[in-house]
């Protein structure tokens, strides 16, 4: 079984930071794409960041320049870094991996149960 697993969420002020990161466990050989998504309340579930294998990265227009996606192979972990938050950007952020495991010779894609992220003051 495969597991994908977030933290790091919670209350902050607008302007502030918080680093979220997912770690991916179980029989896993390589992961490929891993990103991160996010839903707000009444909204449908959009892209945030996604990062490569190769490490290409792509970003949401609304989160670039603000955030910073990054990855560590070897530990099969992805991470957030969220700066300059705003209102706009409260949500439950999903963690999404595409990844090969030991028993499936495909890439299957899983979801993290998501963490909450909110922007008050």
């Known amino acids: 079984q495969v597991q994908l697993v977030e933290s790091g969420g919670g209350l902050v002020q607008p302007g502030g930071s918080l680093r979220l990161s997912c770690t991916a466990s179980g029989n896993i050989v390589s992961t490929n794409a891993m990103g991160w998504y996010r839903q707000a309340p009444g909204k449908q579930r959009e892209l945030v960041a996604v990062?490569?294998?190769?490490?290409?990265?792509n970003y949401a227009d609304s989160v670039r320049g603000r955030f910073t996606i990054s990855r560590d192979n070897a530990k099969n972990t992805v991470n957030l870094q969220m700066n300059s938050l705003k209102p706009e950007d409260a949500a439950v952020y999903f963690c999404n991996a595409e990844l090969l495991r030991s028993d499936i010779d495909y890439l299957t894609t899983y979801w993290g149960r998501g963490t909450l992220v909110t922007v008050s003051s």
């Open positions: 990062i490569r294998s190769g490490g290409r990265i």
